[in-house]
């Protein structure tokens, strides 16, 4: 089963004068963008908390096998990316909740189309693998 991925009539071959390689600044633009979100917990932690702030407890209850280190890890490393907001509230415990902030939810489209994508891909890999 042919696929068109709707890049055939880009790939041409190269001419003596052109310059293939990739924009230095787009490609670290891509790569910072990747490094926020990568990592094998990121994701899961930005999808529990696309419904409003959760303590912590909460949080890591809701992400099956993460412990509280890596959490708490990426967590912080989400922080420095300007991803979640961590909120103390000065109670007695110490109540701390964590929540999307407007970077993290203006990834929601992109986070569509990966899923848009997935699906048609997984659609596509499933039907080769039935045809075989």
């Not at 529990?48 to 959490?71: D, P």
């Not at 489209?109 to 039935?130: C, H, N, Q, T």
Request: aromatic share 8%.
């Amino acid at each position: 089963m042919d696929f068109e991925t709707g890049m055939e009539n880009l790939t041409s071959a190269c001419e003596d004068d052109c310059d293939c390689s990739p924009d230095p600044a787009q490609l670290a633009d891509f790569k910072r963008a990747i490094r926020a979100i990568g990592g094998k917990w990121k994701l899961e932690i930005l999808s529990a908390l696309m419904n409003g702030a959760v303590r912590f407890g909460v949080l890591r209850r809701s992400i099956g096998g993460i412990t509280q280190h890596m959490l708490t890890t990426q967590l912080r490393e989400l922080e420095q990316d300007g991803l979640v907001s961590r909120t103390a509230f000065a109670e007695k415990p110490l109540r701390v909740e964590y929540e999307l902030t407007d970077a993290a939810y203006g990834l929601l489209p992109a986070f569509k189309e990966i899923l848009s994508w997935s699906r048609l891909y997984g659609d596509a890999r499933l039907a080769v693998s039935l045809e075989a």
